[in-house]
C-alpha cells in the first residue's frame, strides 16, 4: 500500500500511526503542502480531487481519501474497530466530531502556527471563534471520559486513534490542557499502547 | 424510536428521510434552536453534550449523536448501505467530505439566511470563504458524477442521502447550480426515488 501523506498532518499521522499498529507495510509519499504540491492538476487528476491528504492508495490501485474512512477501512476485522452495530455507529460518532467540531478548531490554528501563515486581521478574527469552539469540544471530550478509558466500549479503538492526533499536539496551536486532567490522562494512556510511534516518524 | 430534530435542519432530513425510506415509524421531538434549545443544561446533560441535533434516542434508550453516524447505524444490513468494505469505505469517503468541505460551506449560508441571522462584518468575510469553498465542494461533486448515476457503487445509498440533504436547497444560501448540470440531474434521480418525502416533512 501507498500513501500519499504529509509529515505534520495529524489526519494522515493518524494513518501512519494505525498501519504501524496493525504492523502493514505501507511506502509514504510526501506532499509540500505549503507549495499547493497536493493542488496540481496530475493530483487533481489522479489521486484526490479535493486536494488533500492522506490518501490511502490500495494493493489494487483504489485511491481512498477522508482520513477517518481510511482508519474504518483498515481496522474492519482488527480489534481497533469494536464489533457490534451500535459499538461501530459510536465509533462514528466520535470520528464525525473529529472532524465537524474538533478538528477545524484545533488543528486549524495549529496550522497557523508552525505553517507560519500570516496572521491577517481576518484569520485573527477567526482564531478567537476557532479557540471558542476548540476549548467546546474539548470539554466535550473531558466529559465523555469521566469514568471511561477509551471514547468507545471501553477499549483501544480508531475513535481514540482519529481524536488523539490533533488533542495531543493542542499546544502546538496554543490549546492549554491543564484544565482537562481526564484528557491529559488518557493522552497518556494511548502513547503507552504497544507499538505507538510518535508524529513525527515517517515509517 | 425517537428523532430529537429541527425540522429546518439539512442533517435531521437525512434522518428523517432514511426513516422513512426504511418503513420505519418514529417519534419527532422538535427543538427550536434560535432558542438555544439544545444548549440547555438538561439537554447537555441527558441528550448530546455537544448541544446539537439530530440525535437518535434507539429503542433500548441509547442516545446516537452525529448524522451521518446515524445514517450508518440505521441502514446497516439495507440496501442502502452497500455491503463490500472498499464500498463501506467509499460510502464514508463522501460522508466525511460531506461534514468537512460541504456542510461547513453550503449550509452555514443557508443558517444564516433562514434564520435572519445578523450579517456582522465577520460574518460577511466569512461568507465570502464559505462561497468559495462551497463552490470548490460542489466542483468536486460535479466531476465525480460525470459518467456516474449515484455516489457510490452506481446505486442510491446513504452517501447520496447525506449529500441530497444540503445540496438540493443550496439555493436557499445564495449558491447557483446553473453551472452543475450533472449535480442537477442527480438531485432529480434522488428526488425521484420511491418513498421520497421532501425536507419540510416532519413523518
Known amino acids: 500500500m501507498r500513501l500519499h501523506d504529509n509529515l505534520s498532518s495529524g489526519n494522515g499521522y493518524k494513518v501512519r500511526l494505525l498501519l504501524t499498529l ?23 487528476e489522479k489521486i484526490n480531487p479535493n486536494g488533500r491528504v492522506p ?32 459499538e461501530q455507529a459510536r465509533v462514528l460518532h466520535w470520528m ?10 484545533v488543528a486549524t490554528p495549529r496550522f497557523w502556527t508552525t505553517h507560519h501563515v500570516e496572521m491577517t486581521g481576518e484569520r485573527r478574527i477567526a482564531l478567537e ?5 476548540g476549548y467546546d469540544a474539548l470539554g466535550v471530550m473531558e466529559r465523555h471520559l469521566d469514568g471511561r478509558n477509551f471514547f468507545v466500549a471501553d477499549r483501544y479503538s480508531i475513535a481514540d486513534i482519529a481524536l488523539y492526533a490533533y488533542t495531543h499536539v493542542a499546544d502546538e496551536g496554543g490549546f492549554d ?9 488518557w493522552l497518556e494512556r494511548v502513547a503507552a499502547q504497544p507499538g505507538h ?6 515509517q
Not at 490542557?177 to 490522562?185: E, K, S
Open 22 to 44: 496493525l504492523g502493514l507495510p505501507f511506502e509514504r509519499v510526501e506532499y509540500d503542502i505549503d507549495k499547493d504540491e497536493t493542488r496540481t492538476p496530475e493530483f487533481l
Open 177 to 185: 490542557l491543564q484544565g482537562f486532567p481526564l484528557i491529559r490522562a
Open 96 to 105: 464525525f466530531f473529529e472532524q465537524y467540531s474538533h478538528e477545524p478548531n
Open 197 to 202: 510511534v510518535p508524529i513525527t516518524q515517517g
Open 55 to 86: 490518501v490511502l492508495e490500495t494493493e489494487s490501485g483504489e485511491f481512498l481519501p477522508e482520513s477517518n474512512a481510511i482508519l474504518f477501512y483498515l481496522s474492519e476485522g482488527t480489534p481497533l474497530l469494536p464489533e457490534g452495530r451500535l
Open 129 to 133: 471563534q476557532k479557540r471558542k469552539l
